[in-house]
């Protein structure tokens, strides 16, 4: 098994997800969705804060102007993290109650997309978002049963977004409007990799896919080839993402909900031997 590191904190989390590096605070920033809290880890002296949340936590994303933006049930909203406040900025799926918001991803142009599922995880009930800088949404594709991971290409040109219930991630041609072209299967998981979770492109152009259920990361090859995986003490892998001032660490969230394992919920550390790509922000 590579080198892992499990990282110290007061508490592990139910469902992570949604690792993101900030360089203007110098941190991590990840969510607890089931726990309702976003954590925030300082790369300086690994201090952990953790923000209690009033639903589930779905993401948190920077803003380019200061402060974030989250996914907090099926509303997403401004958020000041200090103070709690929030402003109202637009919800998902007004017609199925039961459903929340799940992973998100901005991309150079400003936008935020992002998948919502049911909180039951047991129908076709979500959908595929994209948020404008002036707070426009549009759905752009769907249904989905978990809708998870997108993941934009480094040049900007497609996005991969994945249903794990089909464990098979999607390839999206982003037109100049943001409208998306046919989802067409990029990588079909074989049972043995579990189902793919969170992802993020590296530098490189390779594909970092966190494996629900199968303990590890994988990377693919930029035409989509498996090329290698990292091992963890934890199965229900839930994603990943570079951090520090040179984008060389890799940091992988995980579940513990259902499961009695030492690790579960654990945030770990891999060395992923290159480099990632600078975080993208929120332009509204």
Same mark, same amino acid.
């Given at each position: 098994?590579?080198?892992?590191?499990?990282?110290?904190?007061?508490?592990?989390?139910?469902?992570?997800?949604?690792?993101?590096?900030?360089?203007?605070?110098?941190?991590?920033?990840?969510?607890?969705?089931?726990?309702?809290?976003?954590?925030?880890?300082?790369?300086?002296?690994?201090?952990?804060?953790?923000?209690?949340?009033?639903?589930?936590?779905?993401?948190?994303?920077?803003?380019?102007?200061?402060?974030?933006?989250?996914?907090?049930?099926?509303?997403?909203?401004?958020?000041?993290?200090?103070?709690?406040?929030?402003?109202?900025?637009?919800?998902?799926?007004?017609?199925?109650?039961?459903?929340?918001?799940?992973?998100?991803?901005?991309?150079?142009?400003?936008?935020?997309?992002?998948?919502? &599922?049911?909180?039951?995880?047991?129908?076709? /009930?979500? @959908? +595929?978002?994209?948020?404008?800088? $002036?707070?426009?949404? #549009?759905?752009?594709?769907?249904?989905?049963?978990?809708?998870?991971?997108?993941?934009?290409?480094?040049?900007?040109?497609?996005?991969?977004?994945?249903?794990?219930?089909?464990?098979?991630?999607?390839?999206?041609?982003?037109?100049?409007?943001?409208?998306?072209?046919?989802?067409?299967?990029?990588?079909?998981?074989?049972?043995?990799?579990?189902?793919?979770?969170?992802?993020?492109?590296?530098?490189?152009?390779?594909?970092?896919?966190?494996?629900?259920?199968?303990?590890?990361?994988?990377?693919?090859?930029?035409?989509?080839?498996?090329?290698?995986?990292? &091992?963890?003490?934890?199965?229900?892998?839930? /994603?990943? @993402? +570079?951090?520090?001032?040179?984008? $060389?660490?890799?940091? #992988?969230?995980?579940?513990?909900?259902?499961?009695?394992?030492?690790?579960?919920?654990?945030?770990?550390?891999?060395?992923?031997?290159?480099?990632?790509?600078?975080?993208?922000?929120?332009?509204?």
């Amino acid at each position: 098994m590579a080198d892992v590191r499990v990282i110290e904190r007061e508490r592990r989390d139910r469902l992570g997800e949604g690792p993101m590096w900030s360089a203007r605070y110098e941190a991590l920033f990840w969510v607890d969705i089931l726990g309702r809290r976003i954590n925030r880890m300082a790369l300086t002296d690994g201090c952990v804060d953790s923000f209690e949340q009033p639903h589930y936590a779905a993401w948190i994303i920077e803003r380019e102007t200061g402060g974030f933006v989250a996914g907090i049930g099926r509303n997403i909203v401004r958020l000041d993290l200090e103070t709690g406040a929030r402003e109202p900025l637009a919800s998902v799926d007004p017609h199925n109650a039961g459903n929340r918001l799940n992973d998100a991803k901005a991309d150079a142009m400003g936008r935020i997309w992002a998948g919502t &599922m049911p909180v039951t995880c047991d129908r076709p /009930s979500g @959908a +595929f978002y994209r948020l404008d800088p $002036d707070a426009t949404l #549009v759905q752009v594709d769907g249904p989905y049963t978990i809708a998870n991971g997108p993941a934009i290409d480094p040049d900007g040109n497609f996005l991969l977004h994945t249903d794990t219930a089909r464990g098979t991630i999607f390839r999206f041609d982003i037109h100049g409007d943001g409208t998306l072209g046919k989802a067409t299967p990029f990588i079909v998981f074989e049972e043995a990799w579990g189902s793919p979770d969170g992802m993020t492109f590296d530098a490189e152009g390779g594909l970092w896919v966190a494996c629900w259920g199968a303990s590890r990361v994988m990377r693919f090859a930029p035409d989509g080839t498996r090329d290698r995986h990292i &091992m963890l003490p934890a199965s229900q892998i839930t /994603s990943c @993402a +570079f951090a520090g001032p040179e984008l $060389d660490r890799l940091f #992988v969230t995980s579940a513990s909900s259902g499961v009695t394992e030492e690790h579960a919920g654990a945030l770990f550390e891999v060395d992923p031997g290159c480099r990632g790509l600078p975080t993208q922000k929120y332009m509204g």
